[in-house]
């Protein structure tokens, strides 16, 4: 490698001292002036800076220019490719023998303008998502849910708050990008490049310049948009380069930073996306250990809430959180497809516009001096080349020695080793082996001394209940069939005081029966007198006053005639009761 940096710079001096131009580098190049004594010109060159791809399958070199130009593999996803310009301007991989060859060329041309950066935008979705956390909570009193289905997936445990708070914040992250739609969306509808006048014999410069101007007039609201950076950097590249060739590599190099650049801002995204099951999975694992340590064989009915709620707390968790990793992916997917669409349609604006607008104009020959220049510059590099390809050739054959080497030495010391550790291990496997067998003969003498001891306590034992639960049962005797004999006795007098009652009873509704009947042949001598009554005051019809007398006197004698109706329903009801109270009595008796 340093033989190959050493000739690469002596071919730059031999460049420098040929030149007799005045070479400026716009940019980061360097600038070396040179004076002529017929004429002084102005030539662009840029510095070569080596750039070496070593492939250590075959320890080959392969160098290259690093120029202005964007170099840029083969991908067949662009979301590959990170937000790094590679150039290869001069320089080439030859791959067609399959290994790496050196070859380099030198090249004059300029330092490729970066493209227009985004502009800085603060990103508040973390703030605003965690205020939308902090909303839903405040507001879940609220909503009218089942207090059940709240309490065990929102508010339960701190996994569910940060769950929740993860997904909102994945939603304001979302509802950011959606909201940057419009004018995306705005700029590709309308005609941007629409009333753009071009003269057609004007230079790329020119045109990139009222490009950049018409732009700055017809889009000003549109300035954060992806298409209008796309054009401005566009047109900073063809003013940079003073001409519009490579601008399709270019376009396309922009395309491929835009898509690691979208694919790269949903970072924070697929974290928390990642997150969220993960915390489902974090708090099934604390609901199932809290289960398990609330589990008490001795108190297991007591400890049955505490495990049921463990569990719950395994499975509400991780039904919260894959429920809400699922709408955040769909909605992910969703809005990443249609950014990824608009970005498609810029690269087609960008191929079928900008493409047009500055057309390519044949290059003028080399000149001979530069003809040389190119010459001297691959014949260097030529040496330089086989110079690089004998040293690495030594190095292999030094390489291959040491390795040799050192495998014989190794498995001369495996070997030592292998011997002495089994020498070792032998020993201590007979030594372990005595020790094992000491071990187990006290162990056999402790266990028989312990088994002895404990079938002399077990008979002691069992001696010692046998008499206690036989007095413990005499006495539990005695006192039940003392129990039984004052029951007895009790009974006794029970169906005493019962009998006697009865018979009072009955006594009583015998005379009240009596004279209930009594009553009632008054009651009907009454009514047979009211009979007699009414027909004498069917006959004095014509006296006003006595006939008023004679109903009042009715309404009297129905009253009276109702009541005694209501003596005898009760009369019936008290025999009925004494029946019963008899029939009981007798039975409890017998």
Known sequence: MCVSRNC??????????????????????????????????????DSTRLVEFVDFNDCSVISGSRAGSSYRPALKDRRQVGPVRRAMSGGFIDESSGKGVAKMTVQSQTLLSEPVPAEGRRDFSWILGCAAAFAFYMALPYIPIDENFKYRYFTSHWIEHTTVTLFCVGMAILGGRLLRWPLER?????????????????????????LSEHLRLAAKRYQSTELYRRVESTSAYVAARQTAADLESHLSYLADTAMARLHGS???LRTITWAIP??????????????????TPEQLESSLNEVTSGLAVAFDTTALSLALSMILVFATFAIERGESGVLDQIEDFSVRRLLGLFPVKEEAPQSPLMAAEHEVAKRFLEQADLLVRQHLKSWDETVASCRDQWSLVASNQGAELAAALSTGISAALESHRSQLLEMQQAARHESEEMRRSFTEQLATTRNQLSTAVAEQLQSVLEAWNEAQDSQREVQAQLVTAVTGATTSIHEEVLTLATSLREVGHGSLEQAQALERQTIQIGSLISGGQKLVEAETLLAENLATLRQTQTFEETLLNLNAAVHLLSARTHHRAA
């Open 8 to 45: 690469v710079a002596n071919a730059k001096s031999v460049l420098t001292k040929t030149s007799i131009t005045k070479n400026r580098q716009l940019g980061h190049g360097q600038a070396i002036e040179t004076k002529s004594e017929s004429s002084r010109e102005r030539q662009v060159f």
């Open 186 to 210: 705005g700029i590709l509808s309308e005609n941007v490049l629409d009333g753009l006048k071009l003269d057609s014999q004007a230079n790329a410069t020119e045109t990139a310049k009222r």
């Open 266 to 268: 949903y970072a924070a």
């Open 278 to 295: 993960i915390l489902g999975f974090l708090g099934t694992v604390i609901g199932i250990t809290m289960a398990i340590a609330n589990v």
